[in-house]
């Protein structure tokens, strides 16, 4: 007979950015016995692994990191992963943006995160997708993560189940949450440069300042244009 997957035993896409790391916040408040997994996949942006690191160090939290970058040979052409192509700035609604898409990156991060749930005998998968990411990545739709709950229920003899616990709401409430929670946000990179201070000027650090103002909270991270919330 099969062994059965642990429902309680869960891996976490985190990578060290304000959304997973309430994601793993949570999770663990919710009494999940977990495993954190980080991806170097060229980000210009790694300076958010060692952020990663660091939380699952103080939280007691295993954490792989796991080298995926040679998909640049095949996934190539994001500002997030070539130098040559300068990260836009704005606001996550303008077209600019588009250019921070890596191609098919969850599909590929969630596959992985599940072999690795698998491999452990972990019932689920979370990662941080929410409604904020909708317009401008493909892979954090409601309908992809539907339907790739669906393929991972079927991929092994074990179903292992997709969790975004975020995914109907904006980056505002998930910040509102992990406030609620207590969590230190100077815990987490969100800057898409991976520069000694957050640039404030891309869709990224912009949604994030957003989040803080509309929350009535200060963004404990130094910014270089001292932007603050």
Same mark, same amino acid.
């Given at each position: 007979?099969?062994?059965?997957?642990?429902?309680?035993?869960?891996?976490?896409?985190?990578?060290?950015?304000?959304d997973?790391?309430t994601?793993?916040?949570?999770?663990?408040?919710e009494?999940?016995?977990?495993y954190?997994?980080?991806?170097?996949?060229?980000?210009?942006?790694?300076?958010? &692994?060692?952020?990663?690191? =660091?939380?699952?160090?103080? &939280?007691?939290?295993?954490?792989?990191?796991?080298?995926?970058?040679?998909?640049?040979?095949?996934?190539?052409?994001?500002?997030?992963?070539?130098?040559d192509?300068?990260?836009?700035e704005?606001?996550?609604?303008?077209?600019?943006?588009?250019?921070?898409?890596?191609?098919?990156?969850?599909?590929?991060?969630?596959?992985?995160?599940?072999?690795?749930?698998?491999?452990?005998?972990?019932?689920?998968?979370?990662?941080?997708?929410?409604?904020?990411?909708?317009t401008?990545?493909?892979?954090?739709?409601?309908?992809?993560?539907?339907?790739?709950?669906?393929?991972?229920?079927i991929?092994?003899?074990?179903p292992?189940?997709?969790?975004?616990?975020?995914?109907?709401?904006?980056?505002?409430?998930?910040? =509102?949450?992990?406030?609620?929670?207590?969590?230190?946000?100077?815990?987490?990179?969100?800057?898409?440069?991976?520069?000694?201070?957050?640039?404030?000027?891309?869709?990224?650090?912009v949604? =994030?300042?957003?989040?803080?103002? &509309?929350?009535?909270?200060?963004?404990?991270?130094?910014?270089?244009?001292?932007?603050?919330?």
């Amino acid at each position: 007979m099969e062994k059965q997957a642990d429902p309680k035993k869960a891996v976490v896409i985190y990578s060290g950015g304000m959304d997973s790391f309430t994601v793993l916040n949570r999770a663990q408040r919710e009494g999940f016995e977990l495993y954190a997994l980080s991806f170097n996949y060229g980000q210009r942006h790694s300076k958010e &692994l060692d952020y990663a690191r =660091r939380v699952c160090d103080e &939280l007691a939290i295993p954490l792989k990191v796991v080298d995926i970058t040679a998909i640049n040979d095949l996934v190539g052409g994001s500002a997030l992963t070539s130098d040559d192509i300068e990260v836009p700035e704005g606001d996550y609604a303008d077209d600019n943006m588009k250019l921070t898409v890596v191609p098919n990156r969850n599909m590929i991060l969630l596959s992985l995160a599940t072999g690795y749930a698998l491999s452990i005998g972990a019932g689920k998968v979370f990662y941080g997708a929410h409604s904020g990411d909708h317009t401008i990545y493909p892979d954090c739709r409601p309908e992809f993560v539907d339907a790739v709950n669906e393929v991972t229920k079927i991929c092994d003899w074990q179903p292992v189940t997709i969790e975004a616990p975020y995914l109907h709401q904006s980056k505002i409430e998930i910040l =509102r949450d992990g406030l609620a929670m207590g969590l230190d946000y100077g815990k987490t990179w969100t800057c898409y440069n991976g520069r000694e201070k957050a640039c404030g000027k891309c869709g990224s650090c912009v949604e =994030r300042l957003e989040a803080f103002e &509309l929350n009535q909270a200060t963004d404990p991270l130094p910014y270089e244009t001292g932007a603050s919330a």
